[in-house]
């Protein structure tokens, strides 16, 4: 039973216990979890509580949270940041494929268990800045662009990309050995290549081969140059020239993949897909050399 002297203690309030215990030092170690929902409740009452009673950390804190929304805003409205056309196809086309692969809805859950954190991860990535898969230059392709023909270029710049790798890389010493022969139409396609590169860039570019080659069922007329000590590979799509000829404006497409750089455009001659190791920058730059060049021409 209290005594009379326990009665006329004032009683204390737990909460306001913990919030003298918090000090502002460990508030502003907290406050970034509080602000992302990190926090256990407790904790979370802990920080709430030493706002309430510190007016300096209560001001810093409004001040971070709304640093963070109007960066979350500045994202959300960057053309530069919005997921691309050729980059959702590509996802859409790869879950497809793990769907595929197995049967009933175990297969579905494991694909998309599985997908769901790289696709996390390449979002993270992308915000951070540090993937350059983006649509570049003046005439990027913009959010409205045709569905189709954007598809189109998304996933044929990734069967251009094998048939580099298959033809291109892979078969190097055969092409630098000269003992291949090129048929004059092939070699007229190689100089019209070579050509807009060398004016642009380096007179060092050198024609290693130009043939009509075969890559999961898609021809293309490929022809491959060096440009110092990097290898590219330029594919025409003869079969896409009748449908998408008159589709592409000059606008050229840039994506990263494999940590080969590709460029694809639709020009007179129909679809170019321009395959290397360069950087960004520079096939992109070459890309439009190339575009350029052939821009008046439908035929080479």
């Known amino acids: 039973m209290a005594s009379a002297e326990d009665l006329k203690r004032p009683k204390l309030d737990p909460e306001a216990i913990m919030v003298k215990v ?157 003992n291949v022969p090129m048929a004059e139409a092939a070699e007229q396609t190689a100089q019209a290549v070579a050509e807009p590169i060398r004016a642009s860039f380096a007179s060092d570019v050198e024609i290693l081969h130009s043939h009509d080659c075969m890559f999961e069922g898609k021809r293309f007329s490929h022809v491959i140059v060096r440009r110092g000590t990097h290898v590219l590979s330029v594919f025409f799509d003869r079969e896409g020239k009748a449908k998408f000829a008159s589709d592409g404006g000059g606008h050229i497409v840039s994506e990263r993949e494999g940590g080969m750089q590709v460029a694809s455009f639709v020009a007179p001659v129909g679809p170019v897909f321009v395959v290397s190791d360069l950087t960004e920058a520079e096939n992109l730059s070459t890309a439009r050399a190339l575009s350029d060049a052939l821009r008046g021409r439908d035929s080479i």
């Open 22 to 178: 918090m000090q502002c030092s460990e508030f502003r170690e907290l406050s970034e979890a509080y602000l992302s929902d990190e926090l256990l409740v407790e904790t979370n009452l802990r920080v709430y509580g030493h706002m309430e009673s510190c007016p300096k950390c209560r001001e810093d804190f409004a001040a971070r949270r709304a640093l963070r929304s109007r960066m979350r805003e500045a994202v959300a409205a960057s053309p530069e940041f919005a997921i691309q056309p050729a980059f959702e196809t590509r996802m859409n086309a790869r879950l497809r494929e793990e769907v595929l692969k197995g049967s009933g809805w175990a297969s579905v859950f494991t694909s998309a268990k599985m997908l769901v954190p790289a696709f996390a991860v390449v979002l993270v990535m992308v915000f951070g800045g540090l993937v350059g898969l983006r649509m570049l230059d003046s005439g990027s392709l913009v959010a409205n662009a045709n569905t189709s023909l954007t598809t189109f270029l998304a996933e044929t710049s990734a069967k251009a990309l094998g048939s580099h790798d298959n033809c291109a890389v892979k078969k190097l010493a055969m092409w630098e050995s000269g």
